[in-house]
C-alpha cells in the first residue's frame, strides 16, 4: 500500500508539473518588433531560443519551428518554413507538419530533407527566390568549440543561415554557428540573429567580434540559454552604429 500511495503522489506530480508547463507555453505572450521597408512592415515575432516568426507582405515566414517553443495549433500557418539545421532545436518535424498547408514553400538543409520530404534543398552558398523573397544560404559550423571526439558541434556544410531580403531590408538569421570567415565577410545587413551559447555556439566575445565585422545595423542575440547578454551590450557599447536589442529569446 506504501508502495502504491508514493506512485500515486509521484504520478500526480509529474502531470500537475506538464500541465503547468504546457498552460505556461500556450500562455505566453511573444514580444515582437516592427521594422519599416520599402515594400512595408516586416514583423518580427521572438517565439524563443531559435525560433522565430516574421509577417511581411501578407506572409507568414516561420524559421525553425519547434513545438517546445510555442503551440503551433495556436499559430498562423506558414507560407514559408526556413530551416537551419537537423539538431532537435531546430528541426520538428510535428511542428512543420502542423504549420504546412498545401502551398507551403520549405527551405532546408540536404540532411533535414531526409525528415521532411517536398523543400527546397539549399547548400552554402546558394542564393534562390522562394514567394518574392531572396534567400541567400550562409554557412553556418564551429571552428572551436567540439565535441569530446574532436568533431565540431556543428560541421562545416551541414547548416545554413539565411539571408534574407524584405524590400530594403536584409535579414541575417545565423543558424548555430561561430563567428566564421563568410560571417565576417556579409556586407549590408541591416538585421542580425546571431547564437550566443556554449558550448554549441558563440561567446559574447565572440559575437561582438563578428558584429564588428559586418556591421549590422540592429543586433538581436538570439539561442542565448544562461549567457549575460549584458556582457554583449558592453562590449559593443563603442559601436554607435550597432543598435543591440535584446529579446527573450533563450
Known amino acids: 500500500m506504501k508502495r502504491f500511495l508514493m506512485f500515486m503522489v509521484l504520478f500526480i506530480t509529474v502531470f500537475t508539473f506538464a500541465g503547468l508547463a504546457k ?25 524563443g531560443h531559435g525560433t522565430l516568426m516574421f509577417t511581411f507582405g501578407g506572409k507568414i515566414i516561420h524559421i525553425d519551428p519547434v513545438s ?3 503551440d ?3 499559430m498562423p500557418k506558414a507560407d514559408l518554413i526556413l530551416i537551419t539545421h537537423e539538431h532537435g532545436d ?6 512543420i507538419k502542423t504549420l504546412r498547408k498545401e502551398k507551403t514553400e520549405i527551405i532546408l538543409t540536404q540532411i533535414c530533407a531526409k525528415e521532411v520530404k517536398g523543400g527546397i534543398v539549399m547548400k552554402n552558398g ?18 572551436v568549440h567540439k565535441r569530446d571526439n574532436g568533431r565540431p558541434f556543428h560541421p562545416k556544410g551541414d547548416g545554413n543561415g539565411y539571408v534574407i531580403t524584405f524590400g530594403d531590408k536584409r535579414v541575417y538569421v545565423a543558424g548555430d554557428t561561430e563567428n ?3 560571417m565576417k ?10 547564437p550566443m551559447n556554449l558550448p554549441y555556439t558563440m561567446t559574447p566575445e565572440m ?14 542575440p538570439y539561442h542565448f540559454g544562461d549567457t549575460d547578454t549584458s556582457e554583449l551590450v558592453k562590449l559593443l557599447q563603442d559601436e554607435k552604429e550597432i543598435e543591440v536589442r535584446i529579446r527573450d529569446m533563450k
Do not use: Q, W
Open 23 to 47: 498552460d505556461k507555453k500556450e500562455d505566453k505572450m511573444f514580444e515582437e518588433d516592427i521594422i519599416k521597408t520599402s515594400d512595408g512592415d516586416l514583423k518580427i515575432t521572438f517565439i
Open 68 to 70: 517546445r517553443e510555442a
Open 72 to 74: 503551433y495549433t495556436k
Open 90 to 95: 531546430h528541426l520538428d518535424p510535428n511542428a
Open 126 to 143: 546558394d542564393v534562390k527566390k522562394v514567394l518574392g523573397l531572396k534567400v541567400e544560404a550562409v554557412p553556418a559550423y564551429n571552428i
Open 180 to 182: 566564421t570567415p563568410e
Open 185 to 194: 565577410k556579409l556586407k549590408d545587413i541591416d538585421i542580425a540573429f546571431l
Open 207 to 220: 559575437v561582438a567580434d563578428a558584429a564588428k565585422a559586418f556591421k549590422p545595423k540592429i543586433l538581436y
